[in-house]
């Protein structure tokens, strides 16, 4: 009968044990609800970013200036930047400091604006709105439009890996030019790095009106 009762001892568990599992069961599920909550948050979040962004630069085509996407944001659209072979629009924002890197590509603002002679930079995140950069080939066509309405198209020339302290190819003297800049490697673990990709393309035209999109 003693040795009954031992054996019962050790296969039931104790009442700790049954709280303390009960009390697992029960937060697991709870932190599975909060990550996709906040997924999901995220998600909204870039969604009505990007919402926010083409109303804004909607309005700059209309002739405001410095249109800001919503009231505390410290950019702008300044130009919208498409690839038609890979089917990838973006709006380029104004400069590209952190706050702006997070929403689109920004524009370097000591570089030229699109339809001014010289260099036009453009640089973003290797992860996200620059991550099609790896796709791009030499005579891939770019297009570039300015808030004024104009459609300026580019052809690439060049794609090339460079170190960060090389800063040649954000001159802006020379010929009209489109620099994309992001960095590199695109499977990178880490951020930062010292590499950057940097793509390079020539302005052949001035896209007709019926040839705009």
Known sequence: ?????????????????????NLLLLILPLCGLWFMGQG??????????QVL?????????????????????????????????LDIHRIVLAGVNGSALAFGPGHLFASALPGEVGNTVIAGHRDTHFNFLKD?????????????????????????????????????????????ITCYPFDAINPGGPLRYVIVAKKIK????????
């Open 40 to 49: 999901t948050y995220i998600h909204a979040k870039a969604t009505l970013a």
């Open 53 to 85: 962004l083409e109303t804004a630069w909607a309005r700059a085509l209309d002739g405001q200036k410095a249109v800001k996407p919503w009231p505390w944001a410290d950019t702008w659209p300044v130009s919208r930047l498409s690839v038609p072979r």
């Open 1 to 21: 009968m003693l040795t009954f009762y031992m054996q019962r001892m050790t296969i039931m568990p104790t009442q700790p044990c049954r709280q303390r599992r």
């Open 206 to 213: 001035m896209a007709s009106r019926h040839e705009q999109t």
């Open 136 to 180: 791009i080939k030499p005579g891939d066509a770019i297009e570039l439009q300015s808030d004024e309405g104009g459609i300026y198209v580019y052809e690439v020339v060049e794609t090339h890996i460079a170190d960060e302290t090389d800063t040649v190819f954000m001159d802006r003297e020379g010929g009209p030019r489109l620099t994309l």
